[in-house]
């Protein structure tokens, strides 16, 4: 029995971390749902880890339940108008992850236009040493570079490709203090003038299919597309028909519609560079959400405010 419940499949530095609170783990939703009621009514706040729906009927299978601690900036899984509805507070871990994140779409971009997938095949296949010469590529510094969504991540993915002497433009919901970056109120504007779009906003219903055809067909052939946000806020079917038919130049994506499967449709393109979901994906920053998720749960049971709330 435990008034900690841990959902998701954590690594051996939090398993360690939330043994040390006293918690129960469990490897998923379904596993919860199987857990005898009397142990689910001593549950007053959960760690949770995944990407399905955490929603009413979840919540009402932990009747006492006071918060949900999101391992992840994005909560687009944990339905907030149902934690409202139910007096549940919620968490998540933002900021601890801008670094990385931010890092992954330039290592994207730079992959992507220096064709280094390639040229590695290129070097480990022999045919370097064969005398085969590889294909000149475009240059990156200097281009005109679009954020959709400049918010924490946004923001750090713009000052670094902002170093890298890029003509700097971007959308959000409003404007902000950047002098010398140009702000578009229209997402297709945006795409249109820019080279290269970085795609960095929040998931959920509200940003669905934000990376719409429009703003596709806007970014163009030479145009490549970015995306570390979530798979929802790009429309999946028209990337795909603009990236085949030589519309879009090309991709980079570590997010997906329907991940970890991936449309068998980007397997066969050659200007895409496909990441498995890996934006925070490292040591440090695992272990600082980790630890930020932890100590959510700990203010909340303590009687403390929240590090960082969201409802
Ligand atoms: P954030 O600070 O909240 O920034 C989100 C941006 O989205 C803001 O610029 C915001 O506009 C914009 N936005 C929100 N709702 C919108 C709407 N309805 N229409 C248009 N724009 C909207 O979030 P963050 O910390 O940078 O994180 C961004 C996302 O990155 C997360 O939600 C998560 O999904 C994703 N992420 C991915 C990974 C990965 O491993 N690939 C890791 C961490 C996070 P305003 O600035 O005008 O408010």
Do not use: C
Request: negative net charge; hydrophobic residues 40%; charged residues 25%.
């Amino acid at each position: 029995m435990s008034e900690i419940l841990a959902i998701g499949s954590y690594t051996e530095t939090d398993m360690e971390g939330l043994r040390e609170m006293g918690a129960r783990v469990v490897e998923s939703l379904d596993a919860m749902r199987g857990l005898p009621e009397a142990e689910r009514a001593e549950v007053r706040a959960v760690a949770y880890k995944g990407h399905h729906d955490f929603g009413a009927d979840e919540m009402a299978l932990l009747p006492g339940l006071g918060v949900i601690a999101n391992y992840g900036v994005g909560y687009d899984a944990i339905r907030i108008d149902a934690a409202d509805a139910a007096g549940v507070r919620v968490t998540n871990t933002p900021d601890v992850l801008n670094d990385d994140v931010a890092d992954l779409a330039v290592a994207m971009l730079l992959m992507q236009q220096r064709r280094m997938l390639a040229g590695d095949a290129h070097v480990r296949s022999g045919a370097w040493a064969g005398g085969e010469s590889f294909p000149l590529n475009r240059k990156v510094s200097g281009r005109r570079a679009g954020i959709m969504g400049l918010g924490r991540i946004g923001r750090d993915i713009a000052d670094r490709l902002a170093a890298f002497k890029m003509e700097m433009h971007y959308h959000a919901r409003s404007e902000k203090e950047t002098p010398g970056w140009t702000y578009h109120a229209d997402p297709v504007s945006l795409a249109r003038e820019v080279d290269y779009l970085v795609v960095a906003l929040v998931g959920g219903p509200e940003t669905e299919n934000y990376v719409s055809k429009e703003v596709i067909e806007a970014l163009g052939p030479e145009g490549v597309l970015i995306n570390i946000s979530r798979g929802s806020t790009v429309d999946e079917a028209a990337l795909l028909d603009a990236l085949e038919a030589g519309r879009l130049g090309g991709a980079g994506l570590d997010v997906f519609r329907d991940e970890p499967r991936v449309d068998p449709r980007f397997h066969a393109l050659e200007r895409v560079v496909l990441q498995p979901h890996q934006g925070s994906g490292t040591h440090e920053t695992r272990a600082a959400m980790g630890r930020l998720q932890r100590d959510n749960i700990s203010a909340f049971l303590d009687g403390r405010d929240l590090l960082t709330p969201v409802n």
